[in-house]
């Protein structure tokens, strides 16, 4: 896999969906399509526009089949798993940059060891077996990615949130699981029954 270059996670979806469906577009369970604003024709328009995403109704051409919703998750979450690894290895590299009383961040125990289960966490989760996960099992590896993201952004501090840094690809990458992967009430009880 490739390693995500920042900003670059609304072309990365767009590409997913293309994968996925032949050039086309997979619906939510919720009945909308997420990708980037210029795919589907609204740029500048929405909620997420100014990240370069869109979320509009889904359309009559979209796929919404269980083995495509399938595919594209397990997508999805290889997709927030490369964000992911490329933000530690930015991280890594920023803390590396900045020092304090005459040392560098990454000298700091605290910093080593969250970095670490950064690092661990991403080893572990890509060892999950992929083929016949339900939904509450990637909806369980979407939130754990979530958490993780959410590590590096405190380690980042506000530098994160800016338009150079890592926070806008691992915040789409949050919606976009949050958008697919979460378990409606008729899954769970589906999960339950099985």
Do not use: K
Not at 67 to 76: C, Q
Request: glycine content about 12%; some cysteine; aromatic content about 4%.
């Amino acid at each position: 896999m490739t390693t995500a270059v920042l900003g670059s996670y609304p072309s990365l979806l767009d590409a997913l969906h293309a994968d996925v469906t032949s050039g086309g577009f997979v619906a939510s369970p919720s009945g909308c399509v997420l990708a980037s604003a210029e795919a589907l024709g609204v740029a500048g328009a929405g909620r997420f526009g100014r990240f370069g995403l869109a979320c509009v109704p889904v359309s009559a051409g979209s796929a919404h089949d269980d083995a495509t919703a399938a595919r594209f998750a397990e997508g999805l979450l290889a997709l927030q798993h490369m964000v992911l690894r490329g933000t530690l290895a930015h991280t890594i590299t920023r803390l590396g940059e900045r020092v304090s009383e005459g040392t560098s961040l990454l000298a700091r125990p605290q910093l080593q060891a969250d970095l670490a289960d950064v690092a661990m966490e991403l080893q572990e989760e890509a060892a999950e077996p992929e083929e016949g996960a339900g939904r509450d099992v990637r909806w369980a590896r979407h939130r754990r990615l979530t958490r993780t993201g959410r590590v590096l952004l405190r380690l980042l501090g506000g530098y994160s949130m800016l338009a150079e840094g890592p926070g806008a690809d691992l915040y789409l990458a949050e919606v976009a699981g949050n958008v697919y992967l979460q378990p409606g009430p008729d899954h769970r009880a589906e999960d339950h029954h099985a």
